[in-house]
Nanobody, 115 residues
Framework: QVQLVESGGGLVQPGGSLRLSCAASGFTFSNYAMSWYRQAPGKGRELVATITTAGGSTNYADSVKGRFTISRDNAKNTVYLQMNSLKPEDTAVYYC????????WGQGTQVTVSS
């Protein structure tokens, strides 16, 4: 049974930091490129960051470059999103996404940036 379970979301003040985790099971994690997406209220789902299978290459949305860092630990079947200098516009549900021959989505974790 394939599972992607996100954790680490919550309420944080502007300028603060959070680290999201996504634990994968039920498939060969190291064969999958991993991404984080987000969806703010009333908006479409937006690609935030992507990391290749071995972690050698990453890409970011312009809106998060220099503030967010995606990483992965293939030994732990986990992908991370370190989010620094958070802004109110980063408020969204954040989803983990796995892509190879098949694609899988996590259930999402809420991030709220507010004072």
């Amino acid at each position: 049974q394939v599972q992607l379970v996100e954790s680490g979301g919550g309420l944080v003040q502007p300028g603060g930091s959070l680290r999201l985790s996504c634990a994968a099971s039920g498939f060969t994690f190291s064969n999958y490129a991993m991404s984080w997406y987000r969806q703010a209220p009333g908006k479409g789902r937006e690609l935030v960051a992507t990391i290749t299978t071995a972690g050698g290459s990453t890409n970011y949305a312009d809106s998060v470059k220099g503030r967010f860092t995606i990483s992965r630990d293939n030994a732990k079947n986990t992908v991370y999103l370190q989010m620094n200098s958070l802004k109110p516009e980063d408020t969204a549900v954040y989803y983990c996404y796995a892509r190879s021959y098949y694609t899988y989505w996590g259930q999402g974790t809420q991030v709220t940036v507010s004072s």
